[in-house]
């Protein structure tokens, strides 16, 4: 059996929407901690206390971290708890406390997720309060128990309490503008913005915030906690110390942006959902927010910048064709941002083609079950645009 001892550096793993795993390894990576290895769906490193502790405050695209506590063969009921038994849990689970138990079983002789979870919540339950997410996974009798270090899930950042009809989860939001090149210097606009999901979170990342500030995390509550490895992180992100980790997407860390985020929405609903999410995650000063159909959208006076944006998904919209609503798009980009960077999420690329511009494949994804790709067409600032001639 293989198991986490104490004083050994944790093997976690990254938890992410398929398709996000490059921008999740890349955000990882700054923080330090040794890649493994990329899977579909998630990414397994290696890290200390206090990197696992950043990964959960920094990361913006990862949906939970978990630690892998326990790796063995069981084929039946009586391996699996002999083994169990063996793990030394007192390092994650507090006394008195019952855990959650999240079982699935793959090809396996203990097939039954049900009575998985039935044993391992009486062997692990010390008392009546709730206690950790241990996740359980058995693929042909090898058994894989972590235990959750994150508690919530990540993308669900606090600050959104004015959902649009369709949110966009917080992660794909900060992915779509990670991916799309933007440095939080160059302006930013998202002329269908909802409830501001993707103006905020490219506000939070200009300002060199983490997505995790102000939230508590599971790890808070293992005995084996570190209250100052924790207090020296979140100093780190306050900027009480000079060594808080570099931005993704930024070349030199937190910028103080020189261009503006613009956001604005047809629907008067959905800019007052903007204005107090803003206002909540702390960045309204951050932000130029607005009422304006796409047709009356414009650029700022100088200056050329990103539109990353997720417009409408389905065949109709308010009795008009999205065909024709990407056709007005389209005009609106050519028109009056031709040098822009367009980064922009679709339901339907055959969709997005009425919009005349000639859009590359970034990432593909899925968005409240749907699948959804990340599409864009690079303006002269995208730092994977060609040079120049001469």
Same mark, same amino acid.
């Given at each position: 059996?293989?198991?986490?001892?104490?004083?050994?550096?944790?093997?976690?793993?990254?938890?992410?929407a398929?398709?996000? &795993?490059? $921008?999740? =390894?890349?955000?990882?990576?700054?923080? %330090?901690? #040794?890649? @493994?290895?990329? +899977?579909?769906?998630?990414?397994?490193?290696?890290?200390s206390?206090?990197?696992?502790?950043?990964?959960?405050?920094?990361?913006?695209?990862?949906?939970?971290i978990?630690?892998?506590?326990?790796?063995?063969?069981?084929?039946?009921?009586?391996?699996?708890?002999?083994?169990?038994?063996?793990?030394?849990?007192?390092?994650?689970?507090?006394?008195?406390?019952?855990?959650?138990?999240?079982?699935?079983?793959?090809?396996?002789?203990?097939?039954?997720?049900?009575a998985?979870?039935?044993?391992?919540?009486?062997?692990?339950?010390?008392?009546?309060a709730?206690?950790?997410?241990?996740?359980?996974?058995?693929?042909?009798?090898?058994?894989?128990?972590?235990?959750?270090?994150?508690?919530?899930?990540?993308?669900?950042?606090?600050?959104?309490?004015?959902?649009?009809?369709?949110p966009?989860? &917080?992660? $794909?939001? =900060?992915?779509?503008?990670l991916?799309? %090149?933007? #440095?939080? @210097?160059?302006? +930013?606009?998202?002329?269908?913005?909802?409830?501001?999901?993707?103006?905020?979170?490219?506000?939070?990342?200009?300002?060199?915030?983490?997505?995790?500030?102000?939230?508590?995390?599971?790890?808070?509550?293992?005995?084996?906690?570190?209250?100052?490895?924790?207090?020296?992180?979140?100093?780190?992100?306050?900027?009480?110390?000079?060594?808080?980790?570099?931005?993704?997407?930024?070349?030199?860390?937190?910028?103080?942006?020189?261009?503006?985020i613009?956001?604005?929405?047809?629907?008067?609903r959905?800019?007052?959902?903007?204005?107090?999410?803003?206002?909540?995650?702390?960045?309204?000063?951050r932000?130029?927010?607005?009422?304006?159909?796409?047709?009356?959208?414009?650029?700022?006076?100088?200056?050329?910048?990103?539109?990353?944006?997720?417009p409408?998904?389905?065949?109709?919209?308010?009795?008009?064709?999205?065909?024709?609503?990407?056709?007005?798009?389209g005009?609106?980009?050519?028109?009056?941002?031709?040098?822009?960077?367009?980064?922009?999420?679709?339901?339907?690329?055959?969709?997005?083609?009425?919009?005349?511009?000639?859009?590359?494949?970034?990432?593909?994804?899925?968005?409240?079950?749907?699948?959804?790709?990340?599409?864009?067409?690079?303006?002269?600032?995208h730092?994977?645009?060609?040079?120049?001639?001469?």
């Amino acid at each position: 059996m293989t198991t986490t001892r104490p004083g050994t550096r944790h093997r976690c793993l990254a938890v992410c929407a398929p398709g996000l &795993e490059g $921008l999740c =390894a890349g955000e990882l990576a700054t923080l %330090g901690v #040794d890649i @493994r290895r990329t +899977l579909i769906g998630g990414v397994e490193f290696s890290a200390s206390d206090r990197q696992l502790y950043s990964a959960n405050l920094w990361c913006r695209t990862a949906t939970r971290i978990v630690v892998r506590v326990a790796r063995f063969r069981a084929a039946s009921f009586g391996e699996l708890e002999r083994q169990v038994r063996e793990v030394a849990f007192a390092r994650w689970l507090p006394d008195a406390t019952t855990p959650s138990v999240r079982v699935s079983t793959t090809s396996s002789h203990l097939y039954h997720s049900g009575a998985v979870t039935e044993r391992l919540v009486a062997l692990l339950a010390s008392g009546p309060a709730p206690g950790p997410l241990v996740v359980v996974r058995i693929v042909h009798d090898r058994v894989t128990i972590s235990v959750d270090s994150s508690g919530e899930p990540l993308h669900r950042r606090g600050w959104r309490r004015d959902p649009a009809k369709a949110p966009l989860r &917080e992660t $794909l939001a =900060a992915a779509l503008v990670l991916a799309s %090149g933007w #440095d939080g @210097r160059a302006h +930013l606009l998202d002329p269908f913005c909802g409830s501001g999901t993707i103006a905020i979170e490219a506000a939070l990342i200009a300002a060199g915030r983490p997505p995790g500030e102000g939230r508590r995390f599971a790890f808070m509550d293992w005995p084996s906690f570190a209250p100052g490895t924790w207090a020296s992180v979140a100093g780190s992100a306050r900027g009480d110390r000079p060594d808080s980790p570099p931005e993704a997407g930024s070349k030199s860390g937190a910028s103080d942006p020189t261009g503006q985020i613009l956001a604005s929405d047809r629907d008067d609903r959905a800019v007052a959902a903007t204005i107090a999410n803003a206002k909540r995650a702390g960045v309204l000063d951050r932000l130029s927010v607005r009422r304006a159909t796409v047709s009356e959208v414009t650029a700022p006076p100088a200056g050329d910048g990103w539109i990353v944006t997720n417009p409408p998904y389905g065949k109709r919209l308010g009795g008009g064709d999205l065909r024709d609503l990407f056709a007005r798009f389209g005009a609106v980009v050519e028109d009056r941002f031709p040098r822009w960077t367009v980064a922009l999420l679709t339901a339907d690329a055959r969709v997005a083609a009425h919009s005349g511009l000639r859009l590359q494949e970034l990432f593909r994804t899925e968005n409240g079950g749907l699948p959804v790709r990340a599409l864009i067409r690079p303006g002269p600032g995208h730092p994977g645009a060609a040079p120049a001639p001469g």
